[in-house]
């Protein structure tokens, strides 16, 4: 009883700190832009600008410092490494609440995606902690951990927005400082001197991984699918507090709301309707209605004027997160057994990549298309560009499926 009681105020804790990740981002995005237009003086489209600058440079870090953080936890314990960047995430959202410019909230965004890159060392420590059949149970609660806080971020952010701007920053710093307090009591080295590795600067490289697309050939093409769809799905996290307080003078918990009811939707999509549709649809037809339906409801977001209908839509939208598990799948089949883990590797950093660019992308196209000086008045110019995406990746997705038949016959 011991060793379980041992094991699971661990586990807890990792639950509880990749929550509070995720949390972290989803309960800003509420606030951003009162809170951009706060420090920097300007209008929604200037404050989208840097909304998506201050996403992308928290992206950046989180991909350059994964695999740095992952090979020092192997070198100095997992247990350092956590309670450190707990503590430092804690002192980046006081940072943020106390932030009166725009370089402030930059430099808190560089150093809060360098904390947030503690996924692989909490995947790591779980690892460590648990038994051979518990590993999936508990790797399983981790994937939970990520759903739950996508939707609580948004809600909690919406609701504390309406003390002020910065009330949500300090609820996330209290947050994490309860968190540090509890880690610090409960956490146990893992790493012992058996299994201690010295920390290899080639093991911190974040784009070695990419060099195994060498040896997966034919992977490319489905990999650009992929690419291409988690670039435009990213218009909603990126452009939809900005988009939605331009459109239809949404506040940030309406923002918040509608946000998490996406979240839900998507649980519900990939951990339950996917199952069926690929059984009815198969995982040829189900990419195409997919990129199909991605295609419309991206559409109809740009161009419809009721705020109720768009309200409507956002959960619907998550529908076409099939895509992505249908993809996945069809890339699992293309490789060798023996290469399944490689290809996890790479779809997370091709993920990443995406959430590099994608943030940057659309917001500079909202801004281009919004305010004073706008080229033309469109705020839904980043869901046209992400519909136009989609279009894209059905013409490749065509061209694939005319080739394969030929290939596999060959």
């Known amino acids: 009883m011991n060793d379980r009681h041992t094991v699971r105020l661990p586990v807890l804790f990792i639950f509880v700190t990749l929550t509070l990740n995720s949390m972290g981002v989803g309960l800003i995005l509420p606030v951003m832009p009162d809170l951009i237009r706060e ?62 410019s725009i370089w402030l909230l930059f430099a808190a965004r560089l150093v809060g995606g360098i904390t947030s890159a503690t996924q692989s060392t909490a995947l790591a420590l779980i690892s460590d902690l648990s038994r051979p059949e518990d590993k999936a149970k508990n790797f399983g609660l981790l994937g939970a951990a990520f759903g739950i806080g996508f939707v609580l971020g948004p809600v909690i952010g919406g609701l504390l927005a309406e003390f002020g701007t910065r009330a949500p920053f300090w609820a996330a710093a209290g947050l994490a400082s309860v968190n540090l307090v509890f880690g610090a009591s409960v956490l146990k080295e893992t790493v012992t001197d058996a299994i201690r590795r ?18 997966m050939p034919g992977l490319l093409p ?23 307080q331009e459109r239809f003078g949404w506040g940030a918990a309406t923002v918040g709301l509608s946000l998490a009811t996406f ?12 199952g069926i549709v690929l059984k009815r649809l198969g995982e040829a037809r189900t990419i195409v209605w997919g990129f199909i339906f991605n295609a419309l409801a991206f559409g109809l977001v740009a161009i419809v004027a009721s705020g109720t209908v768009v309200m409507l839509l956002a959960p ?19 490789v060798a057994d023996d290469s399944q883990g490689e290809l996890q590797g790479l779809l997370a950093s091709v993920r990443a990549v995406a959430m590099i660019f994608s943030p940057f992308v659309m917001t500079q196209t909202f801004s281009a298309f919004s305010g004073a000086d706008a080229i033309a008045n469109i705020p839904g110019a980043a869901f046209l560009l992400a519909m136009g995406l989609m279009i894209v990746a059905l013409v490749i997705n065509a061209s694939l499926c005319r080739t394969e038949p030929s290939t596999q016959s060959a």
């Not at 992952?70 to 956590?82: I, T």
């Not at 010295?198 to 040896?215: C, T």
């Not at 670039?231 to 988009?243: D, K």
């Not at 992505?324 to 293309?334: C, D, F, K, V, Y």
Request: net charge positive; with cysteine; glycine share 8%.
């Open 39 to 100: 420090v920097t003086g300007g209008d929604i489209a200037a404050a989208a600008a840097w909304g998506g600058i201050l996403a992308t440079c928290y992206a950046v870090m989180q991909f350059l410092f994964a695999p740095a953080v992952g090979a020092l936890s192997d070198r100095f314990g997992r247990r350092p490494v956590l309670l450190v960047s707990l503590a430092v995430m804690a002192a980046d959202y006081v940072v943020l609440a106390l932030a009166g």
């Open 198 to 215: 010295p920390f290899v600067l080639s093991r911190a490289n974040p784009f070695a991984v990419f060099a195994k697309l060498r040896e």
């Open 222 to 244: 489905i990999l650009t699918l992929f690419f291409l769809y988690e670039f435009a799905f990213l218009v909603f996290p990126s452009t939809w507090a900005y988009f939605t």
């Open 263 to 274: 979240g839900i939707a998507m649980a519900v999509v990939q951990g339950g309707l996917i």
């Open 316 to 334: 619907l939208s998550a529908l076409g997160a099939v895509v992505t598990p249908a993809l996945q799948g069809r890339m699992a089949n293309a």
